[in-house]
């Protein structure tokens, strides 16, 4: 199935670093939603973008929601050991319905 | 408030075999999807119901369905198991009008 863009596919970092990952398209999306997935649970809502241009911010993360709606970014400043997992861009087309479209996924590691 | 449950955790069936997953939503939410993730095609949409009704369907075959209950609550069932269908089927909840969409821990299925 179609699935967006998504890198890189995975990052090794050191505790305190900033870490950023996006998500990219050739289709337009209404709306942008960041996910964190730890292993063997479901994944977790950290931000949702339904804007254009829509810049937001949930603690020491940042997400954007491209100016041509084809793409987003996900931003995590000093990051910290519990930040360890798997992130998940996704986006809703308007054509769509309710239905998700993922992407591959961004292994994190952070070493303390 | 309670999150979104899926029963059972994991569960082993042999080819041939039908299973039939369950989720209850979070209070509230009427909408309920099912996802089907594996690390060859990561997460893939199967079906969305709102309201009893089948509002979405995903690219699988008919040996997926589903079905929502008037208390919001939704099965899925998969006949005739095949070795590929092994995976973590997961379900996510949303209120009407919210794009965050709250996903259960999933149900974790190894057919062989």
């Known amino acids: 199935g179609q699935q967006l863009n998504q890198s890189p596919q995975s990052m090794f970092i050191q505790e305190g670093e900033d870490v950023s990952m996006n998500c990219t398209s050739s289709?337009?999306?209404?709306?942008w939603l960041w996910y964190k997935q730890d292993p063997g649970e479901g994944p977790v809502l950290l931000i949702a973008?339904?804007?254009?241009?829509e810049l937001t911010s949930n603690g020491r993360l940042t997400a954007q929601f491209g100016i041509t709606r084809k793409d987003s970014f996900l931003n995590i400043s000093a990051s910290i050991p519990s930040d360890v997992g798997i992130y998940f861009c996704?986006?809703?087309?308007?054509?769509?319905?309710?239905?998700?479209?993922f992407g591959e996924g961004t292994q994190l590691t952070v070493n303390p | 408030k309670a999150g979104v449950t899926q029963t059972p955790r994991y569960l082993i069936k042999t080819r041939g075999q039908q299973v039939t997953l369950s989720c209850s939503p979070i209070?509230?939410?009427?909408?309920v999807s099912w996802y089907q993730q594996t690390p060859g095609q990561g997460l893939q949409f199967l079906f969305e119901?709102?309201?009893?009704?089948?509002?979405n369907k995903g690219n699988f075959p008919g040996r997926f369905s589903g079905r929502q209950f008037s208390n919001s609550r939704s099965e899925m069932n998969v006949s005739t198991l095949e070795l590929g269908d092994s995976a973590l089927y997961l379900c996510?909840?949303?209120?009407?009008?919210?794009?965050?969409?709250?996903f259960g821990s999933g149900t974790r299925l190894t057919v062989v």
């Open positions: 209070s509230g939410h009427r909408s």
């Open positions: 996704a986006g809703q087309r308007e054509t769509s319905g309710s239905r998700l479209t």
């Open positions: 289709s337009i999306f209404n709306t």
């Open positions: 119901y709102f309201s009893e009704t089948q509002r």
């Open positions: 973008l339904y804007k254009a241009g």
């Open positions: 996510a909840s949303r209120a009407v009008r919210n794009g965050g969409y709250t």
